[in-house]
Nanobody, 123 residues
Framework: QVQLVESGGGLVQTGGSLRLSCAAV????????MGWYRQAPGDQREAVAV??????????VYADSVKGRFTISRDNAKRTVYLQMSSLQPEDTDVYYC??????????????WGQGTQVTVSS
């Protein structure tokens, strides 16, 4: 069964950096989309950075609130997506969730979510 395994969350001071990692594990034909979402208590889950595969290498989309500070990258050989977070602010404090849209060998298409990792930015 496919699973998304997250790591890299933690506590950091304002202005600091963290790098999140998410590896897709299991029987996978291809991964069309990988990305990161975040959700504060009582709030909606929002997209932070999303990477879509394509013939020319794919494309990426960032939330306006993180442009210039966060960078998403992928290692397709390792089936892993990263989120490099810099200049972190208290407003970035959230649970961060890895997301993937995956095709299996039987032709199935499914959305997958990681377990979530807490990012806390202290003042």
């Amino acid at each position: 069964q496919v699973q998304l395994v997250e790591s890299g969350g933690g506590l950091v001071q304002t202005g600091g950096s963290l790098r999140l990692s998410c590896a897709a594990v299991g029987s996978i034909f291809s991964i069309d989309v990988m990305g990161w979402y975040r959700q504060a208590p009582g709030d909606q889950r929002e997209a932070v950075a999303v990477s879509r595969s394509g013939p020319s290498g794919g494309s990426t989309v960032y939330a306006d609130s993180v442009k210039g500070r966060f960078t998403i990258s992928r290692d397709n050989a390792k089936r892993t997506v990263y989120l490099q977070m810099s200049s972190l602010q208290p407003e970035d404090t959230d649970v961060y969730y890895c997301y993937a849209f995956i095709r299996d060998y039987s032709g199935g298409l499914r959305n997958y979510w990681g377990q979530g990792t807490q990012v806390t930015v202290s003042s």
